[in-house]
């Protein structure tokens, strides 16, 4: 996922276009030259000025160089090689997974699920993994349900308590 | 009187006591924990302080804050992996102690001065901010929009990055402030008919993405660190006093430094040690012994990063202006809980602001118990595979950006803040500058498009005033501050191949 600073100031660039633009748009407020418009619109100018400094290589300088380590990956990192940065997509896409199915599966099975998940693809082993997928997502419910009373789907599996 | 006492009695709940020693423990185990910060301990304790009362809620974060800071130390030392940002700056010097056999004179170094950073610290907010508050009584919004203004500055100055790309960030967190009705005009703005939207995108959910599934996320495509070796310490304290009699002077000027950057706002622990480790460099009498496992430089930084940790409440309590991304997360509590920063707190809400500083004393006096504790089983915690902890740390994201709202939209947020602060680290933009755009942007918004109304568009009245010319000043200087380091770097070549 490392750009260039041409597409990110291009973005960046592109969304104070879009921003000042969106906000000149907002109705103003009766009676007033100042309303909701006023600031995107500042935020957006800036929001573009930076992003073409950045385009053009402007601040370069201040930067570090970042290095590659150089230890073995593991898990799914590995598995991918190159493409590896998709790995990184894992955490989101649980996340994902957790908002669509936890009110129906309910809050146990979609943890085991979200653990299991994330440990294997971090290179866990299998018994480590399926170890912490069974006992995070009581103790997670427990704190949060019991002593915090977050109301904590129980969709197909509730929990005992 | 009567109100300091009203504040020991609410200090001495046993709901408080038992926040403080049960976020004491998860501060110094996050902290020291290479990979999680003290920003996403503090970030992930927030859902939990929802269901807490307003003083136990502020000692959670005070504690863990604190804890994290310093347990940051434990594996810069022993790993040269620093736990927290806030330990980056010495820890290559604390491991040239460990290598040279020294590890409980570095590991001590960082609990001893980190206490009494800590301690100092405190003193000095208990000192400046009913001061301050007087003061901040006469400020009107074009004194609060230059603050925070400042504060943005201040912010993207600490980043050690592109100071471009900083403002940037800022000005991306600005714009996510955006969305929402809470604007002048009571206007849905950036809501695209999405009805969750209407509300705003709130703090907690961006700060845990940011802060939390981010890391997740490179620990996804990073190769894990190598464990640490099983290690038997010495005594941790012994030496310490020694350190602190023949570094004394060192020891205050951290302190002090650490003081005057928290109370910048935004700036925090970060920039207090780098600053700090520079300054004793600087002007120590064995400057080169510096980098070969000399405590001199962890004295004074240690000291530094937790007093500023203590003055960075000092905006945050009067204005609302987080000095660092930590108080940034604790004015989000603040707000919630009926504790609203300004100056009239110190006024009408006198005993809890005591029962704040009781707090901070006494999660710096408990840190050296706890701390010598934690050094000693930090070969066991440290074992404790990546693979077994950040998944754990995916199901906390989700279910407390649940429980912030018994919302799950509040899911999908995370997530998505989740990718925008991978993605903008990976490419050198600061995420600590875009979530104090976040936090800031209503209160900027808002002084700015007041302070217009009142001067009819007329950009002169934002100047006029004493303080507000003042703070204009600096926040134009801290402006300016990155093009003239980048005049002066192209001027001193030129001078040299004279």
């Not at chain 1, 090689?81 to 990184?88: C, E, Q, T, W």
């Not at chain 2, 074992?383 to 199901?395: E, K, N, S, T």
Request: charged share 10%.
């Amino acid at each position: 996922m490392h750009l260039s600073d041409r597409v990110t100031g291009g973005f960046l660039v592109l969304l104070g276009v879009l921003a000042f633009w969106g906000g000149s748009r907002l109705p103003a407020v009766p009676g007033q030259d100042v309303g909701p418009a006023v600031f995107p619109m500042v935020v957006g100018a800036g929001l573009a000025l930076c992003g073409a400094l950045i385009a053009f290589g402007v601040g370069h300088s201040f930067e570090d160089e970042e290095v590659e380590p150089i230890e073995a990956h593991a898990g799914l990192a590995r598995w991918l090689g190159d493409r590896r940065i998709l790995a990184a997509f894992v955490p989101p896409a649980l996340l994902l997974f957790y908002m669509l199915v936890s009110e129906t599966l309910g809050f146990l099975p979609t943890a085991f699920v979200l653990v299991l998940v994330a440990a294997l693809a971090l290179g866990a082993s299998l018994r480590l993994s399926v170890g912490m997928a069974v006992c995070a997502p009581p103790f997670v419910h427990l704190v949060f349900y019991k002593l915090l009373r977050v109301p904590l789907p129980a969709g197909i599996l509730p929990a005992p308590w | 009187m009567t109100e300091m006492l009203e504040a020991f009695r609410l200090v001495a709940a046993p709901d408080v006591l038992i926040a403080i020693m049960a976020s004491a423990v998860y501060g110094l185990v996050v902290g020291s924990l290479p990979g999680l910060s003290a920003t996403m301990a503090t970030a992930l304790l927030v859902p939990v302080t929802f269901y807490l009362s307003p003083i136990a809620a502020v000692a959670t974060i005070i504690t863990a804050s604190a804890m994290a800071i310093f347990s940051g130390d434990i594996p810069g030392a022993l790993m040269r992996i620093p736990g927290t940002p806030a330990s980056a700056a010495y820890t290559d010097e604390s491991y040239a102690m460990t290598r040279k056999g020294q590890a409980e004179l570095a590991l001590g170094a960082g609990l001893w001065f980190s206490a009494i950073g800590g301690i100092v610290g405190t003193l000095s907010l208990v000192l400046m901010a009913p001061l301050l508050a007087e003061m901040a009584l006469s400020f009107s919004t074009f004194e609060y929009f230059w603050l925070a203004f400042l504060g943005l500055m201040c912010a993207t100055l600490v980043a050690r990055s592109s100071p471009i790309k900083a403002i940037a960030s800022m000005l991306l967190g600005l714009l996510f402030a955006c969305v929402g009705m809470e604007n002048p005009g009571g206007v849905p703005r950036f809501t695209f008919g999405i009805a969750d939207l209407l509300g705003g995108i709130e703090v907690i959910p961006a700060l845990v993405g940011v802060f939390a599934v981010s890391e997740v996320m490179r620990a996804m495509t990073t190769p894990e660190p190598p464990p640490l070796p099983r290690r038997r310490f010495g005594s941790i304290l012994a030496g310490q006093w020694g350190l602190t009699k023949k570094y004394q002077w060192p020891m205050w000027r951290g302190n002090i430094i650490g003081i005057i950057i928290g109370v910048l706002p935004g700036a925090g622990a970060d920039m207090a040690a780098w600053v700090s480790y520079a300054m004793s460099k600087r002007f120590s009498k064995e400057p080169e012994k510096f980098g070969t496992g000399h405590p001199e430089g962890l004295v004074e930084a240690g000291a530094s990063n937790n007093a500023s940790l203590a003055s960075g409440w000092v905006p945050a309590l009067l204005f609302g202006i987080p000095g660092d991304t930590i108080t940034a997360i604790a004015i989000g509590v603040l707000y919630m809980k009926g504790l609203n920063p300004g100056p009239t707190l110190f006024t009408e809400r006198a005993s809890s602001m005591y029962a704040l500083y009781i707090i901070f004393v006494l999660a710096n006096i408990i840190m050296i118990p706890l701390g010598i504790i934690m050094i000693r089983v930090a070969s066991l915690v440290l074992r404790a595979p990546r693979a077994a902890v950040m998944p754990v740390i995916v199901l906390l994201c989700a279910v407390g950006a649940f429980a912030t709202g018994n919302n799950l939209f509040s899911v999908l947020l995370v997530g998505m803040f989740g990718i925008v602060g991978f993605v903008m680290e990976r490419n050198g933009y600061p995420v600590a500058a875009m979530v104090l755009g976040i936090v800031m942007g209503t209160m900027v918004e808002q002084s700015f498009v007041t302070s217009l109304i009142k001067s009819d568009g007329d950009v002169l009245p934002f100047f006029e005033r004493p303080v507000s010319s003042v703070l204009a000043a600096m926040a134009i200087a801290a402006l300016l501050w990155p093009a003239g380091v980048w005049v002066a770097r192209r001027l001193r070549p030129a001078e040299a191949a004279r």
